[in-house]
């Protein structure tokens, strides 16, 4: 919150005409104290209920500590700025007053991060790291109670408390490099949104150089905000500096690079190119899980236009990805007529595609949106889209699917309501059954179809072997795929999917289901991929 307010109140200085409002949210690693976050799959569970509000409207910009930020790219979502940095050190807090060298053997020391974990193996094996979760006054109190003797915290998070007065030591860099983007905070919102733009004003060029350089030597080494890992960079006049470090989690091994230069890119890739010559690629992959799903084989069947994002994320988990749609958006010509809008009260859309679509035929974007229209989406990649055109959902139920979206809908219309539903050919009835159930007038119009691409067939017997998952994230994708199948599919092969009713399309036809996620969104999907490695791997 404090640091929400910081970005609150230079974006209230630099643009004193506009009104910036705190939207208090807690995540799922706030609520669940038990959670582990060494855990590889808990990447970003500081970040994606934040995420979800920009996605579904529910704020404009989002506020991340930088170093919480996931290397998993998230559209249509961008980082429009870094605000001015911090003190990237880390701090230690004795029990009683020391310095880290001074700190009696034996002594318990908390933190949660692999990369604090790591680094003080390396300086002190002596000492024994004890995982610890909470804010910085719940670490504080947990540290005057005894249950540890010490504790290693961002120097940054301690100064914008007014609690920098009781460290005991900030730690050198030497000793303990912080995380990628430590001491950064980041500025999110929709991309190209005016939230974005104002945002963009307030960047920090230093901040912005140094911190990108870091996050990109991340992902170029196959980490994650979880990895063993420290990066910092500085300028020096226009030449940015960066040093980082690798280490094993016992700290048994320590790899270290540093380059400068006025080309980032090319000190970066010095810096990576040393550490993987020391080593790194191998010591990653056995000490951390930043490339859970190294080794696999996944096969993509979105259609082409959206999968190249899941298929980038996957890539960033370390999966070998095939892609290969089987499904074809096919536009279907409608009457300018059925899509006149001042006759109705709500416009519903159930996908990204049919916002697309409907924008395609011009009845939003030439007239716009009458202002006594809401609008309700089945999900936050529907209402992002819809929020890229310039058009705030009134609803985005909490599952998304037809039924929780009836059920939303249902508890806000008036009797008589006229609801005009614009979807694909072919698409489950449950929604405009229920509504006119509820006493609606549900008129609905199919803009557009998916179809099978021409020789999918053939390029399913070509890519198919050797694939050791296939992701579904619809039911007409399911189906395609099936129709398409040559024989059976090889019960070697897993079946991950979307959610549950693409789940159930794929039981019905025949398909053994392993993985369905739990969020109905592709980072939900990859979570849930992820999970289910890691599982297995373990």
């Not at 579904?56 to 290397?71: N, Q």
């Not at 504790?151 to 912080?178: C, K, N, S, T």
């Not at 699917?401 to 614009?422: D, H, K, Q, S, T």
Request: hydrophobic residues 45%; negative net charge; charged residues 20%.
């Amino acid at each position: 919150m404090v640091q929400a307010q910081l970005a609150a109140d230079a974006l209230a200085r630099h643009f004193p005409e506009h009104e910036f409002v705190l939207t208090p949210m807690t995540t799922h690693a706030d609520r669940d104290q038990s959670m582990r976050l060494t855990e590889g799959s808990r990447e970003g569970v500081f970040v994606k209920e934040l995420e979800q509000a920009l996605l579904e409207g529910r704020a404009e910009l989002a506020v991340h500590s930088a170093k919480d930020l996931p290397t998993l790219p998230a559209p249509p979502l961008t980082i429009a700025a870094f605000l001015p940095r911090a003190d990237a050190r880390d701090a230690l807090i004795a029990r009683q007053p020391a310095l880290l060298s001074s700190l009696p053997a034996g002594s318990r020391i908390g933190t949660g991060s692999p990369r604090r974990v790591a680094q003080l193996a390396a300086a002190r094996p002596d000492l024994q790291a004890a995982d610890i979760r909470g804010n910085v006054d719940t670490r504080l109190q947990r540290l005057q109670e005894g249950g540890v003797d010490a504790l290693i915290l961002a120097a940054a998070g301690l100064l914008r408390l007014g609690r920098l007065g009781e460290a005991h030591q900030l730690l050198p860099f030497d000793v303990m490099l912080p995380a990628p983007g430590q001491g950064a905070l980041a500025l999110q919102a929709l991309e190209g949104s005016a939230a974005a733009r104002l945002a963009a004003e307030l960047d920090d060029r230093a901040t912005s150089r140094a911190v990108d350089a870091e996050r990109a030597l991340l992902r170029g080494l196959g980490g994650g905000c979880l990895s063993a890992i420290g990066a910092y960079a500085h300028l020096e006049g226009n030449q940015l500096v960066l040093r980082a470090v690798v280490l094993a989690e016992d700290g048994t091994r320590v790899l270290r690079a540093q380059a400068a230069g006025a080309e980032d890119a090319q000190v970066v890739e010095s810096v990576r190119r040393q550490l993987d010559g020391q080593g790194a690629g191998a010591l990653l992959r056995t000490t951390t899980t930043a490339s859970p799903l190294s080794g696999l084989r996944v096969m993509v069947t979105r259609a082409d236009q959206q999968s190249s994002a899941l298929a980038q994320a996957l890539e960033e988990r370390g999966a070998a990805v095939v892609v290969c749609p089987t499904v074809l958006i096919e536009p279907i010509e409608v009457e300018a007529e059925q899509l006149r809008l001042d006759g109705y009260d709500w416009l519903v859309l159930t996908s990204a595609n049919g916002v697309d679509r409907l924008f395609q035929l011009g009845s939003l974007s030439e007239r716009g949106l009458p202002p006594h229209i809401k609008v309700a989406a089945i999900g936050p990649q529907t209402a992002a889209r819809l929020l890229e055109h310039g058009v705030r959902s009134a609803i985005v139920p909490e599952r998304y699917v037809a039924e929780e979206l009836a059920e939303a809908i249902a508890r806000v219309i008036e009797p008589g309501a006229r609801i005009l539903l614009a979807r694909a050919e072919g698409a489950r009835e449950v929604l405009p059954q229920r509504l006119r159930a509820d006493g609606a007038q549900v008129d609905v119009v199919d803009i557009y179809r998916a179809r099978p691409p021409a020789g999918l067939r053939q390029r399913l017997a070509e890519r198919l072997p050797g694939i050791d998952m296939v992701t579904f994230t619809s039911s007409s994708t399911v189906r395609h795929f099936v129709e398409a199948l040559d024989g059976g599919l090889s019960s070697s092969i897993r079946v991950a999917c979307i959610g549950p009713i693409t789940a159930q399309t794929a039981s019905d036809l025949g398909l053994r289901v392993d993985i369905i996620a739990q969020e109905y969104t592709t980072r939900g999907l990859i979570e849930a991929i992820v999970r289910n490695q890691t599982s297995i791997s373990a």
